[in-house]
Structure formats: structure tokens, C-alpha cells
């Protein structure tokens, strides 16, 4: 049974920075595309960033979030900084069994498996 579990949210001053964790059991995480994703309040969930054979990330994080994997610890950090108001969200990591295949990471029903989410809080 695989299961994704995020971890590192908080309230955290705007500018300042957060380590979100993805930690998988169930699965060789290493072996997976990781992705993040964020909702905040009365909006879509959007893409933030993935993992796969490269890094992605969105226009609005470029520059300020970095991701990263620790295969011992099967799991995936989202590195966040300089962080900013509207990086206020639930942030949700997905996974996929990665092949080497081409795939659009920053679509969400590319990915099969879903963390349960952490809160973000910036105040400014």
C-alpha cells in the first residue's frame, strides 16, 4: 500500500523559508516523479513543482523553491524561500511511477497517489 505524508507547514514570516517533506512508504520513492501541488482558499489546485528526471517548476516559485529527493529516506523536500503572501496554500506532494517516459508532471491526474496535504502560512 503506498502512502504519501507531507510534513514541515507552518506559519513562517513573509521572506522567510520552509522545508516541506514528502515521505513515502510503500514504494522505492526513488524509482517515482514527485510532485508538488497547492491550493490556496477559493482557488484551483496548482502546480508548484516536480521531480522526475529534471526539475520543473512554476513561473510564480522559480527562483525561490528548489526540490530535492534523499533516497535513503525515501523521501522528497520542497525547499521553499523568500516566501511571499500568496504562497499561503495546502501544499499536496504526488506520486508516479516513472518509467524515463515523457509525461506532463505539472498535470495533476498524471499522478497516482496523493499525501493527505500541509498547511503554509505566510503573514506579511
Known amino acids: 500500500q503506498v502512502q504519501l505524508v507531507e510534513s514541515g507547514g507552518g506559519l513562517v514570516q513573509a521572506g522567510g523559508s520552509l522545508r516541506l517533506s514528502c515521505a513515502a512508504s510503500?514504494?522505492?520513492?526513488?524509482?517515482?516523479?514527485v510532485g508538488w501541488f497547492r491550493q490556496a482558499p477559493g482557488k484551483e489546485r496548482e502546480f508548484v513543482a516536480a521531480i522526475s528526471g529534471r526539475t520543473s517548476f512554476a513561473d510564480s516559485v522559480k527562483g525561490r523553491f528548489t526540490i530535492s529527493r534523499d533516497n535513503a529516506k525515501n523521501t522528497v523536500y520542497l525547499h521553499m524561500t523568500s516566501l511571499k503572501a500568496e504562497d499561503k496554500a495546502v501544499y499536496y506532494c504526488?506520486?508516479?511511477?516513472?518509467?524515463?517516459?515523457?509525461?506532463?508532471?505539472?498535470?495533476?491526474?498524471?499522478?497516482?497517489?496523493w499525501g493527505q496535504g500541509t498547511q503554509v502560512t505566510v503573514s506579511s
Open positions: 504526488a506520486g508516479k511511477y516513472y518509467s524515463g517516459s515523457y509525461f506532463a508532471v505539472r498535470f495533476q491526474y498524471e499522478y497516482d497517489y
Open positions: 510503500g514504494v522505492t520513492f526513488s524509482s517515482y516523479a
